[in-house]
């Protein structure tokens, strides 16, 4: 899993300057599924048509995401004196507390100088250290902590959870844990739902869907197939009653010279697809490129451009909740689309939602149960 988080650094280094868009456009979004339909495609106007199913996920995802940090922030006004968080709570006059560094010789003066910027006035007056944190320490969207400097720890502003950060990307995939900006962009996916961590996302498509490797068992004509060398790995030890092997990283396997007959059984069954990423331009905008990597990165940035901006709305309308409000649950998505070319009497009703478990049409007589389910089955 570190490794994963190590990637999930580098891929910050990724920049589209051509990508980057003005974060005020989400200032005059409607908070709701329509609204953010059409700020999704004032942003990627690429997705109309093709991509409606996308548009539609998206959007129904950024309301939930909507809700959920606004339940967050009246749960947390509900708390009052009694909040967790104790002496980190902001709400009750609280501050971060700067932490030391780890190795504290070698930041030498920076945590006392950092420790004693806590008496420093609003304006941030004083001298900088190597531990202070701006906007341009993190990337596009991301708010700034609710301290200028780290290591430290506090009380998020988003989940209202005390935590320590010792570094500017610990606080990023803090933020991503609570917005979980990463979907499923597939048509069709059976577990369509958001990532907190764009390396769990991008395994879910690429196992999920684009199927870039996969094991097919050979033993005794199995056949059977895993897109997860750990999964096919267990396979054989379980349904074949191969031996476990004792290392499992791709180092040590690469170490012990590969000698161990499972995993050259698990290397035997190994196909790669002839698939080149050139083949899936970009569904934001149509771009193509030349790895896998850099498809997905880019595919992340434009998931985090429309995300991330949903957090400026929740500061917005925090500051008109209470403990008493209540937040309206979250409405099911429409099933489906149909062109508004369809003839009227087969049209179905905007408001058919997962909810209902039955179709309504506006003009298909009451007694016609077979052409409604007929209908019913080609919508499922």
């Not at 005020?24 to 339909?37: A, C, L, M, R, S």
């Not at 803090?174 to 958001?194: G, I, L, M, N, Y």
């Not at 403990?323 to 099933?335: C, E, K, L, W, Y």
Request: with cysteine.
């Amino acid at each position: 899993m570190e490794n994963d988080d190590d990637e999930d650094d580098d891929d910050d280094l990724y920049e589209d300057s051509d990508m980057r868009v003005d974060a005020n456009i989400i200032d005059t979004v409607e908070p709701k599924f329509q609204g953010f339909q059409e700020y999704i495609l004032k942003l990627n106007p690429a997705l109309d048509g093709q991509y409606n199913y996308l548009v539609d996920r998206l959007a129904q995802h950024q309301v939930i995401r909507y809700k959920a940090l606004l339940n967050s922030k009246v749960k947390h006004l509900g708390q009052g004196a009694h909040c967790p968080c104790g002496s980190l709570c902001m709400a009750m006059g609280g501050q971060a507390n700067i932490l030391e560094p780890k190795d504290k010789d070698k930041a030498g003066s920076r945590w006392m100088e950092a420790s004693s910027s806590q008496l420093l006035d609003d304006d941030g007056n004083g001298t900088p250290t190597d531990g202070a944190v701006n906007q341009d320490s993190f990337p596009q969207d991301i708010p700034l902590p609710p301290t200028q400097y780290l290591p430290a720890e506090f009380e998020c502003q988003l989940c209202f959870n005390k935590k320590k950060f010792n570094k500017p990307s610990d606080w990023t995939k803090h933020v991503h844990e609570d917005v979980q900006p990463f979907t499923c962009t597939w048509d069709r996916c059976r577990d369509a739902k958001s990532f907190k961590r764009k390396a769990d996302w991008v395994r879910h498509e690429n196992e999920g869907h684009r199927h870039l490797e996969w094991w097919t068992c050979d033993v005794d004509e199995c056949r059977h197939t895993c897109y997860r060398r750990d999964n096919f790995l267990q396979h054989l030890v379980r349904e074949h009653k191969f031996p476990e092997p004792k290392v499992k990283t791709k180092a040590a396997i690469k170490k012990a010279g590969n000698n161990d007959a499972t995993w050259q059984k698990v290397e035997q069954c190994h196909e790669l697809t002839p698939k080149r990423p050139q083949e899936e331009p970009c569904r934001f905008c149509g771009k193509t490129f030349t790895t896998w990597k850099k498809l997905t990165v880019h595919l992340a940035k434009h998931m985090e451009q429309i995300s991330l901006p949903v957090l400026r709305l929740v500061a917005a309308k925090a500051k008109e909740v209470s403990a008493d409000t209540i937040i309206s649950p979250v409405q099911d998505m429409p099933v489906c689309r149909l062109p508004v070319t369809q003839p009227p009497r087969f049209r179905v009703l905007s408001c058919l939602t997962m909810a209902d478990h039955t179709c309504l049409f506006s003009t298909i007589p009451w007694y016609s149960l077979s052409l409604k389910v007929a209908i019913c089955i080609i919508l499922w």
